[in-house]
Every structure is written in C-alpha cells, then in structure tokens.
C-alpha cells in the first residue's frame, strides 16, 4: 500500500516541512538508513505546542503534541524524499517530554507519535524500538521533541 495513500485515507494534514533552527540538517541519509532530527509539535498554522507536562498540560495534551510532532516529522521525510513511499519502516525513536520532576507519564505522551506511525505505516513497519525520557527543558518550551531512524529506499 502507497503510505501517501494512508495519510489520504487517515484525513491527516501535515504542517508545512519545518526549516532547520540551527545548524543541522533536518534528514541524513546513511545507506539505507534516515535520520530524522529532533521535532517539535508543529501545527499547520506554523504555531509549536509549549508548556511543561504536569503543570501546564495533561497527558492528553501531551499525547496530542507527540502525534502532532509525527506529522511535522512525516512532512519531513515527504519533502525529503517527494514521496513517503521511500520509507520502508520504522526503526527507532527517541521521544523527550518537558515535564514536572517525577511525571511518571513520559511512555503514555511519546505513545502519540507512536501510534500515529503504526497507522500510516502499519503494525509491522510503524513500531520500532523506542525511548521516552522526561526533561526539565526544550528548546522554545515546545511540550514534545522527538527525533527517529526509518530505514529508507537505498536509490532514495
């Protein structure tokens, strides 16, 4: 199944590609393998998702932001590539909450970008390994960042 398809048929929007905020570049491909650069929750209308879980945000919101920073990855890797088709699976992600000292939530937040892949990618191509690590701080206070490994077409 074409993933450009899935994210159709998901009724998903993806926010516009974001542009780098440093010195870094948003995708380095390495063999079969893409590396995705940390994300933050990047709403279409170019707006980020901030605040500290536990205080500022429940976990729902927290949720909310994770998948929303899926999305913002996704436009990524389409703007990268020109197509999602390129990704073969998911490999690893890395998911930081700004959070409270002692949220015991971190897993349940991350679980928003999580699942999101598992949609678009399907069960066996969508899940990977994955860390979720609570911080007392992100770059702009974005609520979520999380950065991945998807193996890729090798010609991509």
Known sequence: MSYQKRIEELGLELPPAPAPAGVYKPVVVVGGL????????LKPNKTLTTGRLGLDLDV????????????AMLA?????????DK??????LLGLVQCIEGFPDSPAVINGCSELFRDVFGEENGVGARSAIGTNSLPGKIAVEIEAIFEVDADA
């Open 60 to 71: 729902e919101a927290g949720y909310d932001a994770a998948r929303q920073t899926g999305l």
């Open 76 to 84: 990524t890797l389409q703007s990268h590539f020109g197509s999602l």
């Open 34 to 41: 893409a590396y995705v650069s940390g994300h933050g929750p």
């Open 87 to 92: 990704v073969k699976r998911v490999i690893k």
